[in-house]
């Protein structure tokens, strides 16, 4: 498992967010009981898929690090509302709430590495791309496996009340690496 430091340190660098910023992330989640609390002493803390999953939506808005605690309580607890696809899935088939989903993603793109790095048109292939909207809070998974994409979709899509629409968008890269922290932590 990836020490604190180490997880800030692999989510600042695949997202291309300042590890300054992404500490001061932390120590908000931390503060607010969305992160696992650091051990005393000289002990290395285990962070887990879920404290992951809460720091990359955290800093995928490259927002203020204040607003990492509302970041966090308003997309993790989006449930999956409908998932589009070419072949019948279960719409729970990623987890039943976008963080869930989110830490699921985190654990399952390291372990089906070959796939999710394959080419295009290899046998068994796969991608996954993240997308996260606001101001009204929403979001997808967009998982494509031999060709065939299924779309999760989570939380009320924007209704289009306002014109102001923003989109972050991150790949099977981000959760490969983070992924890959959690699960093997890195060689000392």
């Known amino acids: 498992m990836a020490s604190q430091k180490e997880l800030i340190a692999v989510v600042a660098e695949s997202m291309g967010v300042a590890i300054e910023t992404v500490t001061v992330v932390d120590r908000y989640l931390a503060e607010a009981g969305l992160r696992t609390r650091a051990l005393r002493g000289r002990g290395v803390t285990p962070m887990g898929y879920g404290d992951a999953a809460n720091m990359i939506i955290a800093t995928a808005w490259d927002a203020n690090p204040a607003s990492a605690v509302h970041l966090v309580e308003a997309y993790r607890a989006l449930p999956v ?14 987890g039943q709430t976008f963080g869930e989903a989110l830490a699921n993603m985190l654990e399952a793109v390291p372990a089906d590495r070959a796939a999710f790095s394959s080419s295009d048109d290899a046998g068994g292939h796969m991608s996954a791309t993240v997308f996260m909207h606001g101001p009204t809070e929403w979001a997808e998974i967009v998982l494509v ?17 306002t014109d102001l629409q923003r989109t972050v968008r991150f790949s099977q890269i981000t959760l490969g690496f983070v992924g890959s922290a959690v699960a093997d932590g890195f060689d000392k």
């Open 81 to 94: 509302v409908r998932v589009k696809e070419t072949a019948l899935v279960d719409k729970h088939f990623l």
């Open 145 to 161: 496996k031999d060709g065939k994409a299924h779309t999760f979709q989570y939380g009320g899509i924007s209704d289009g009340s």
